[in-house]
């Protein structure tokens, strides 16, 4: 997340955090600041984007990502 995700959002004025991760349900948890707290189309940016990259890098681990306050 640090080394591909935390760049692209930053780029949009944005940071993501990590919140936690749910073995059991393969759900991921950040919390969106800056720019991407409140944007319309960070919904879209979390499920198109992060949630695919990284079911994507860790086959099998990662089900869902949710925005704590997005």
Known sequence: MEEYIKPAVASDG???????YNPETKTVKVILQGACSGCPSSTFTLKNGIENMLKEMLKGRVETVEALNG
């Open 14 to 20: 944005g940071n993501i955090q990590f919140e936690s």
